[in-house]
């Protein structure tokens, strides 16, 4: 009796784990997203958690800048005389920055424009929140606390993409 597999069994197992393929396909990509969103959420809080490191380190007044130009944002740390008003402007004088070329297609929101971290208790002179998402629906909230320090990230009306609701 021959031993191995025939050209139709080969056939039949080559059909049945395409069909998988093909169903897994769109799970496949929303898992993706949801770990795109989670590593950029830990960025961006990561990013701010640096912003009160730097100012206490440095022991001077530091600006994180947020600027949206059309489709385009950065958020930056810079010195706190930095007068940038543009994109370019703002990459030339900061310390460090985050920008929407690395994270296509994530949106940022806030209605602040700038926030100023103590260089002694590294406290935001403000306590204001910014929103990032890639579907309107999934907004992740980060929030800044001006008199604790404290840097809170959390789903917006939800639990969104592993972060519990606010």
Not at 41 to 54: D, L, N, T
Not at 58 to 63: D, F, V
Not at 105 to 127: E, M
């Amino acid at each position: 009796m021959p031993r191995g597999f025939t050209l139709f069994e080969l056939v039949i197992v080559i059909a049945v784990l395409s069909t998988l393929l093909v169903a897994a396909g769109p799970s496949f990509s929303h898992l993706l997203e949801n770990q795109s969103m989670k590593r950029f959420a830990g960025e961006v809080e990561g990013f701010f958690i640096q912003a009160k490191s730097e100012a206490v380190l440095q022991n001077k007044e530091l600006k994180l800048f947020y600027l949206n130009e059309s489709t385009d944002w950065i958020i930056s740390l810079n010195p706190v005389g930095s007068t940038a008003t543009t994109i370019s402007g703002i990459k030339l004088t900061s310390l460090s920055y985050i920008d929407s070329i690395n994270h296509p297609n994530i949106k940022i929101s806030s209605s602040v424009s700038s926030i100023i971290f103590d260089s002694v208790r590294a406290t935001p002179n403000l306590s204001r929140s910014f929103y990032f998402y890639k579907d309107n629906g999934k907004q992740l909230k980060l929030s800044t606390h001006n008199i604790t320090g404290r840097i809170k990230l959390c789903g917006n009306g939800g639990t969104f993409y592993g972060y519990k609701e606010c």
